[in-house]
């Protein structure tokens, strides 16, 4: 099992920057991918950014390409998404997720006030 506990939400003004961690521990894999996904409420969950802990290529999604980036800390197997130029359109609860195993966060709340 691997366990993951996500912390950095809050409540942020457009314009403002939020950096959020996800910690993982327990059962961990030497290679692995960890990522972040995002659900507003009343939508689908949708992926904002991924990372593979071996220093591989770094994804985005387009609607955040340029304001957020992702990268980690392979000593306290934490990964970080620092989100900077937030928009009210990024309101959402942000989980992240390691794979393999898919394991999931219990998320975080992020709210951009217009």
């Known amino acids: 099992q691997v366990q993951l506990v996500e912390s950095g939400g809050g409540l942020v003004q457009a314009g403002g920057s939020l950096r959020l961690s996800c910690a993982a521990s327990?059962?961990?894999?030497?290679?692995?991918?960890m990522g972040w996904f995002r659900q507003a409420p009343g939508k689908e969950r949708e992926f904002v950014a991924a990372?593979?802990?071996?220093?591989?290529?770094?994804y985005y999604a387009d609607s955040v390409k340029g304001r957020f980036t992702i990268s980690s800390d392979n000593a306290k197997n934490t990964v970080y998404l620092q989100m900077n130029s937030l928009k009210p359109e990024d309101t959402a609860v942000y989980y992240c997720?390691?794979?393999?195993?898919?394991?999931w966060g219990q998320g975080t709340q992020v709210t951009v006030s217009s």
């Open positions: 997720r390691y794979t393999p195993g898919d394991y």
């Open positions: 327990g059962r961990t894999f030497s290679t692995y991918a």
């Open positions: 990372h593979r802990w071996s220093g591989g290529p770094r």
